[in-house]
């Protein structure tokens, strides 16, 4: 069966971004799967998403920019949604990234937001419109 089973990402401290990925994930419609001492899982739609902390990480900072993971793009409703949760987001940890270019930066025929976290998680909120596309350029 194709589709993505699930993410998994390693943060450094938890605690300090728990906050800013349980507002984001519970307004974007994924529900708290499972929680545990070192980590939490987030599911919507048969994915799930798992924050977890490990003795095994080789740097504490997360860094976009290099090879691994950029950002996760996820579904946020149509534009007003999209728009509401983007005015939202810096109350809650997520500082806006492109804003001069918002709603437009991945593309005229693409409306989205895009954040970012205290640990430099990046994040894409895409609106569905009749002309969502599957690709972006930022």
Do not use: C
């Amino acid at each position: 069966m194709p589709g993505l089973h699930h993410v998994e990402l390693w943060v450094a401290d938890l605690a300090a971004v728990r906050t800013e990925w349980r507002w984001i994930l519970d307004r974007l419609g994924f529900t708290l799967a499972s929680e545990w001492g070192g980590g939490e899982s987030w599911a919507a739609g048969g994915t799930y998403l798992t924050f977890t902390t490990s003795p095994n990480l080789s740097d504490a900072a997360h860094d976009r920019r290099r090879a691994g993971l950029n950002h996760l793009a996820f579904h946020g409703g149509d534009p007003a949604a999209v728009d509401a949760l983007m005015a939202e987001a810096p109350a809650h940890g997520w500082h806006p990234l492109y804003a001069e270019r918002y709603p437009h930066a991945g593309g005229a025929q693409h409306y989205a937001g895009w954040l970012e976290n205290a640990a430099g998680f990046k994040v894409e909120v895409v609106a569905e419109t009749a002309s969502t596309t599957a690709t972006t350029t930022v």
